[in-house]
């Protein structure tokens, strides 16, 4: 009988909580414990280092003492790759046989089936990529390995969906042209590969095609591309007076891209167009979903009188604009509306049964409003803590640990993908470690996903482990989901700056989840993603050297310059926590022009904000707080009691 593993966690940073060979030690009597691998770590990076160099003797000598190595998949990959343009395929074929279900196999086999269709070696293309999953690239590429061996019904078999995706593949061309000259391309296949490419942004292709209609049809195809350059023409009436299977698809895509160039014109357009022509249901919902989002840019007191006239308008964020101008105007009565005509799907989650309980209370229908702020509660996000505080009723925090099979762990453990990635880990090659993770998890089901979350997280892996666990859809371990690494340096610069830990961690669980070296796009740097201008001008603010890059990676210098820049935006908007946290995302200057003209309840002031990446941001750290004093041990704080009014400028 299976036995089952509880996770049991400890508070500190500095001391692993799970000392995880020891715990499958005691649930299956041996694990393997990585620390044997610690001699072999420094002979992979000689020879490594071996390799680089064109040191074959030492490097054969060095590569003996790697056998059992998790690693050595690695070096293999590499020293195959050298070999892969000089024609000898001995490498190539033992890797793949070494190594069939890798990451860099798989890698391996793209790059060596590039090369034989470099050299036109199709009969070993086609042999050697199999059933395996290839990229759209290796797709066109066999199908014109399919006709080079004389193969064309098997190549014309597959061809279609590579047809329809409308995207340009210069390596499909070939098939394409082969496969027209069959006269197995109807009519209809090449309206579809157009429309696929319009869609898709990729006019030229579109165009491409032009001499494979008839002389009515380019004229529609002009039509359509004339729309895309200039939407206006949609309001041509003459042009659009004969029917044509495409019309109205045309039409729609017009209006789509009149919403982007001037939304304005939106309404008055769909007027007089959607009497005029046959239009499907669906492109007529889509087209009053486009009216709706245009009246909502420019939202007034009038908007909502006019959306009313807009029948079937559910979509979501529709509503919740449509919902923010009702509350902007203390329209409670259009409030509970909107909620109930919602769909059951959405209308029962805890944003929307928060709102319909907020306006009932406004209304004075207490046993109403409670029942929806009750249902509302029961979650651990924002709006149910918000429901949770007006419902007068105690925060829903179940802390149910992951309970894991030890066989199932036993095996994982065993694995080569996981060995690899904690011997990537262990290197500092964090890029590497988590392209193996992803390999590792891509097809797992939900059990196995949780067990390697578990892996993750006993490793302090908190990244991967998070990511890792939500794929399995399971909330309920918090211990998991809100680590508390770094806790020392957490406590240490929140007593210095003066403000809560809770709201240190769940900055650095919302910016990183705990992820060291992570970096933004932007720029932005390490646990609390600092950019390096910011970590500059707060280091000369406290009388430091300026950090380099590398420098602001590092977890004390992170969390000592990102706590003061957090207590900086404190200050600076009056102790509003509110504020802060959207300033710490967006910008103190931004946060300014968002303040409003009158005082503002914070929770619709925080509906209002413009960004949706800081709102969603500033919502996520007002409920991590209350889950990390929870995790800290202490009573969590009131949330709105910490959403105190927004003032005006």
Not at 248 to 274: C, H, Q, V
Not at 433 to 445: G, S, V
């Amino acid at each position: 009988m299976h036995k089952i593993i509880h996770i049991l966690w400890r508070t500190t940073s500095h001391i692993v909580c799970i000392f995880l060979c020891s715990v499958i030690a005691g649930a299956t009597g041996y694990v393997r414990d990585y620390s044997e691998f610690a001699g072999q770590r420094r002979i992979y990076l000689d020879a490594e280092q071996a390799l680089r160099t064109n040191q074959q003797e030492l490097y054969q000598s060095l590569k003996l003492n790697l056998q059992g190595y998790p690693l050595l998949v690695y070096l293999d990959y590499k020293e195959a790759s050298t070999k892969l343009y000089q024609g000898d395929d001995s490498l190539s074929r033992r890797f793949l046989r070494l190594y069939p279900d890798t990451r860099l196999a798989a890698r391996y086999r793209n790059e060596w089936l590039t090369q034989l269709a470099t050299q036109h070696r199709w009969w070993e293309f086609i042999y050697n990529a199999g059933q395996h999953t290839l990229s759209i690239k290796l797709q066109c590429l066999k199908l014109q390995a399919l006709l080079a061996i004389n193969k064309p019904e098997q190549a014309f078999a597959t061809i279609a969906p590579l047809w329809v995706s409308g995207t340009s593949q210069p390596e499909c061309d070939a098939p394409f042209a082969a496969w027209v000259q069959t006269g197995q391309v109807s009519t209809d296949l090449v309206w579809q590969r157009i429309a696929a490419a319009m869609k898709g942004n990729q006019p030229d292709v579109a165009s491409g095609l032009k001499s494979m209609l008839s002389a009515d049809d380019q004229i529609w195809l002009e039509r359509w591309l004339k729309i895309d350059s200039n939407p206006y023409t949609i309001l041509q009436q003459e042009q659009f007076t004969s029917p044509h299977p495409q019309r109205e698809t045309m039409l729609i895509f017009g209006l789509t891209k009149l919403l982007r160039k001037n939304s304005r014109r939106i309404p008055s357009a769909w007027d007089n167009l959607k009497d005029r022509y046959e239009f499907t249901t669906d492109q007529r919902n889509m087209a009053r979903r486009y009216v709706a989002q245009a009246y909502l840019r420019f939202a007034s007191n009038s908007v909502l009188s006019k959306l009313d006239n807009i029948d079937g308008i559910v979509d979501p964020d529709v509503q919740r604009k449509r919902i923010l101008i009702a509350l902007d105007n203390e329209q409670w009565n259009q409030v509970v509306s909107l909620v109930d005509a919602m769909p059951p799907e959405e209308r029962d989650t805890p944003p929307w049964q928060y709102w319909k309980g907020r306006a009932l209370l406004e209304l004075g229908k207490t046993a109403e409003a409670q029942a929806a702020l009750t249902s509302a509660s029961k979650d651990r996000v924002y709006y149910a803590f918000l429901a949770a505080d007006r419902a007068n009723i105690d925060y829903y925090l179940p802390n149910n640990p992951l309970q894991i099979n030890s066989d199932s762990l036993y095996k994982m453990l065993e694995s080569n993908t996981v060995r690899c990635a904690q011997q990537l880990r262990l290197l500092g090659r964090m890029g590497e470690a988590r392209l193996e993770w992803r390999w590792l998890i891509k097809d797992l089901n939900p059990e196995d996903l949780q067990t390697a979350a578990y892996i993750a997280s006993s490793w302090a892996w908190h990244d991967q482990a998070i990511f890792t666990l939500a794929r399995s859809d399971y909330w309920d371990d918090l211990n998991l989901r809100f680590p508390l690494e770094y806790l020392e340096l957490v406590n240490k610069y929140a007593q210095e700056r003066q403000i809560p830990a809770a709201w240190i961690f769940a900055i650095m669980r919302q910016e990183s989840t705990f992820a060291q070296d992570a970096r933004s796009p932007s720029g932005a740097l390490g646990l609390m993603q600092l950019m390096p201008g910011t970590a500059q001008h707060v280091a000369q603010g406290l009388g430091q050297p300026t950090p380099s890059r590398l420098g602001i990676l590092e977890p004390e210098t992170n969390i000592a310059l990102g706590s003061a820049y957090l207590s900086s935006m404190l200050q600076r908007f009056d102790g509003n926590i509110v504020l802060a946290t959207a300033a710490y995302n967006a910008g103190p200057g931004r946060v300014s022009k968002w303040l409003p003209k009158k005082p503002y309840a914070a929770d619709i002031w925080i509906e209002s904000i413009p960004y949706q990446e800081t709102r969603t941001y500033v919502q996520r750290v007002m409920a991590y707080m209350i889950l990390y004093e929870n995790r800290l041990g202490l009573k969590p704080g009131s949330i709105s009691q910490r959403l105190s009014p927004i003032n005006p400028k």
